[in-house]
């Protein structure tokens, strides 16, 4: 079996031999042990960090958990309690309270709708494909469009007083430069890349997608590092339509930009264990 055989075993199930049979137990993600545990993801994670809880450590910041041991860790002991954090208040946030925000390490946050969320900071190989795939789309659009700017997160976006975003990666066309200021980008970018982890996919896919389609960002790009895809999305009479979606078996295409051919193949390689 190879070690990506493995990984893959490890990630869905976990063998438990008991009573001279094997029943399978399912690892659990932070925020499903969260939803058992009746607490927040944060909270999950601070235990994670405070070693209060039992981990299975998958590599490159992925975790998971065993949800009989965990209780069995925290049976007969009060661990499990939420603590309001220091920048908590009622009502929604605002750019305004984003910028109060202590520093956080570790973490990074954005406001959704009025809605403060924190996430962990990208895994290795999140970083591998994000700057695989900048590196490619900046050589691009330094000959399509000289006069606009490619960026990468960390880089809050300002679409918003209550929609406070940082895409993986965005373009901002020379069209559209009087948006780029000192310390943010300020109104709708041209295209926003989004690399999609286990903790994030539905915010990604649902929440943050019908934000930048009401913003009116033009193109919207979902990079799925485990499945090894990329969907292009764009808009179409105010609605996202998928443009393109393919893995490294495919050649890009997109009738939006035309000459640009991204290498899937490298995008979404992954180093020799």
Excluded at 256 to 261: E, I, V
Aim: aromatic share 8%.
């Amino acid at each position: 079996m190879t070690h990506t055989c493995v990984w893959l075993t490890l990630v869905v199930f976990n063998c438990i031999i008991s009573a001279g049979c094997i029943t399978m137990e399912r690892l659990l993600t932070a925020r499903e042990l969260a939803e058992i545990l009746n607490v927040s993801v944060e909270t999950v994670w601070r235990y994670t960090r405070q070693r209060k809880i039992p981990v299975v450590d998958l590599g490159d910041k992925q975790y998971r958990y065993r949800r009989d041991e965990v209780l069995a860790a925290l049976e007969g002991n009060a661990l499990v309690r939420e603590e309001p954090a220091s920048h908590a208040k009622k009502g929604e946030y605002t750019y305004e309270d984003y910028m109060r925000l202590p520093e956080d390490p570790g973490y990074r946050y954005e406001i959704l709708d009025g809605c403060l969320v924190k996430e962990p900071s990208p895994s290795v190989s999140h970083q591998r494909i994000l700057l695989r795939l900048a590196r490619q789309l900046a050589d691009y659009f330094d000959e399509y469009d000289p006069d606009g700017e490619l960026f990468v997160a960390p880089l809050d976006v300002t679409l918003t007083n209550r929609n406070v975003v940082q895409p993986d990666i965005l373009f901002v066309s020379g069209s559209r430069r009087g948006i780029v200021r000192e310390e943010r980008i300020d109104g709708p970018c041209d295209l926003v890349v989004e690399i999609m982890s286990p903790t994030n996919r539905r915010k990604d896919r649902v929440r943050k997608m019908e934000i930048y389609r009401v913003q009116g960002i033009p193109h919207y790009w979902l990079v799925d590092p485990e499945a090894g895809i990329l969907e292009a999305l764009a808009l179409r009479d105010g609605n996202y339509a998928l443009m393109f979606a393919g893995g490294p078996e495919d050649e890009f295409s997109h009738p939006d930009f035309p000459g640009l051919s991204l290498d899937l193949v490298k995008i979404f390689s992954r180093p020799e264990s």
